[in-house]
């Protein structure tokens, strides 16, 4: 799980890291406006939202407001919260819809209790795992943190995290503080099998014991794995196919179809042809 490249929050702490520098690349890099984007669309879908029904959502580690944009698309009200005065300065410019306070999240949520009705954080959790001045703990800034953010989300309500931990240590230690704050959930891993795709997600429940959403792209690793035996003597029927692409088989385009009907897209029925290689026309 570890990363042989250096990872930003090894390079300095986030207020000075998000610099006006950085925080212009969250406006105007299309393939990271992309990549936000789709992480908080399945960040909100993790969260369960009644349908039809706008909610009052927390953003924690706001930034630019990429997040919130898709928000406040799916008709939800929202505050966002951020360390970077940099980052919100982007936000502002934007004209988003949501409201926007500075802070630092490891100094605990200052709202009411039971104000909202979830909360959604996109790649920020992990910087708290950092001591960046000698007064801070990490166990310490992550227990005042859940506990804060606990108090705020109204009972049966849940707090959704996308986040890159470093290693297996890490993701223990948030877990663990989490749960000590009173939080029950886990970790929900799409796409588990691929180093491209792969995304973790912290899915918690405040105040119930919900039952944990799967992850994406499970399912065919299940089935891969019982089906490893039957596969294991045909091999020898693909080992020219070796350094090809899978991607475009039958697994994949059902993913992709079923992932598009969850945005709401029209999507062709699946039939016995769906995925099914054409023969060459001469």
């Not at 004209?95 to 490891?106: A, K, N, W």
């Not at 001045?133 to 109204?154: D, I, N």
């Not at 799967?214 to 596969?231: H, P």
Request: charged fraction near 25%.
């Amino acid at each position: 799980m570890t990363s042989s490249c250096r990872r930003p929050e090894h390079t300095a702490p986030p207020d000075v890291f998000y610099n006006e520098e950085e925080a212009k690349k969250y406006s105007q890099n299309s393939r990271m406006i992309e990549i936000q984007t789709q992480m908080s669309e399945r960040a909100v879908e993790l969260l369960n939202l009644p349908e039809g029904q706008p909610c009052f959502l927390l953003d924690v580690g706001c930034g630019s407001g990429l997040s919130g944009d898709y928000l406040s698309e799916e008709g939800h009200y929202w505050v966002g919260v951020d360390i970077s005065t940099a980052m919100l300065d982007v936000a502002l410019d934007r004209e988003i819809e949501g409201d926007l306070l500075l802070g630092d999240m490891g100094q605990g949520m200052p709202f009411r209790p039971g104000t909202f009705d979830g909360c959604i954080s996109i790649s920020a959790l992990q910087w708290l795992c950092n001591a960046d001045k000698r007064t801070h703990s990490p166990p310490k800034r992550l227990y005042t943190f859940f506990s804060t953010l606990y108090s705020s989300l109204s009972r049966g309500s849940r707090a959704i995290f996308q986040l890159y931990p470093e290693n297996s240590e890490q993701l223990e230690l948030i877990t663990s503080q989490a749960m000590k704050a009173g939080f029950s959930g886990g970790m929900v891993v799409d796409y588990p099998n691929s180093s491209k795709a792969k995304k973790f997600f912290l899915c918690l429940f405040a105040g119930v014991t919900g039952v944990l959403p799967k992850g994406l792209g499970s399912e065919t690793s299940e089935k891969a794995v019982s089906n490893q035996v039957q596969y294991s003597g045909q091999r020898c029927r693909f080992k020219n196919m070796k350094g090809k692409s899978g991607k475009k088989g039958r697994d994949w385009i059902l993913e992709k179809k079923e992932r598009r009907r969850r945005q709401g897209r029209e999507v062709r029925a699946d039939t016995k042809y769906t995925g099914r290689q054409r023969r060459p026309h001469f």
